[in-house]
Structures are given as structure tokens and as C-alpha cells.
Nanobody
């Protein structure tokens, strides 16, 4: 059973940076498409970024392009989300997610099979 554990969330001033980590157990990270979603209070969970399988192709929501970077350390079986130039509207619970399926719409929640417990990111102005 694949398990995902996020860490790295916290409280940061606008313009600052945070790096989220997602440690994977029960599976090899390079064999999955790994994603990050976020959910702000009263809003739906939305796609943030994904890194696809062995090729490492990356995808981003338009609102985070140029500010966030997803990466993967195969030796540590861990996926990261480096978040720079943070804005108050980035405030949300961030979830790590994984899927072994291919040829799917990766911006949809339904594409993913495994989810972490979430980590809170709060950006104040």
C-alpha cells in the first residue's frame, strides 16, 4: 500500500518561500505520476503541479507557473514542491498525491489513487 507523508508547511510572509516534501513508502516514486493539489477554506481542491513517471515531465497550474517548482529525488523516494514569491492567495492545505495510471487527465482529482494527509501553508501580507 502506497503511503504519502507531507511536511514543510508553515506560516510565511508574502514574497517568501517554502519547500514542501512528500515522502513515499510502499512504492517507487519514479514509477508514479506525483502531484500536488491544494484546498483553501470554502473552495474545491485544485490542481497545482505534477511530475510524470520516469520521464519527469512537469505540469503547473497557470497561477503558480514561474513561482513553484516540482521535483523528485529518486534516491530518497521523495517529491518536493518549491514555492517562491508566495502570495496570500496561495494559503491552503497542500496535498501530495500519486497515481500509477497513464493517459489520464492529471489536473483532475479523480486521476489520483493515493493521497497524503495534507500540510497547511499560510501566507500573510
Amino acid at each position: 500500500q502506497v503511503q504519502l507523508v507531507e511536511s514543510g508547511g508553515g506560516l510565511v510572509q508574502a514574497g517568501g518561500s517554502l519547500r514542501l516534501s512528500c515522502e513515499v513508502s510502499g512504492g517507487t516514486v519514479s514509477r508514479y505520476t506525483m502531484g500536488w493539489f491544494r484546498q483553501a477554506p470554502g473552495k474545491d481542491r485544485e490542481f497545482v503541479s505534477a511530475i510524470i513517471g520516469s520521464g519527469g515531465y512537469t505540469m503547473y497550474h497557470d497561477s503558480v507557473k514561474g513561482r513553484f517548482t516540482i521535483s523528485r529525488d529518486d534516491a530518497k523516494n521523495t517529491v518536493y514542491l518549491q514555492m517562491n514569491s508566495l502570495k496570500p492567495e496561495d494559503t491552503a492545505v497542500y496535498y501530495c498525491t500519486a497515481t500509477a495510471r497513464s493517459a489520464i487527465q492529471l489536473t483532475y482529482r479523480s486521476a489520483y489513487d493515493y493521497w497524503g494527509q495534507g500540510t497547511q501553508v499560510t501566507v500573510f501580507s
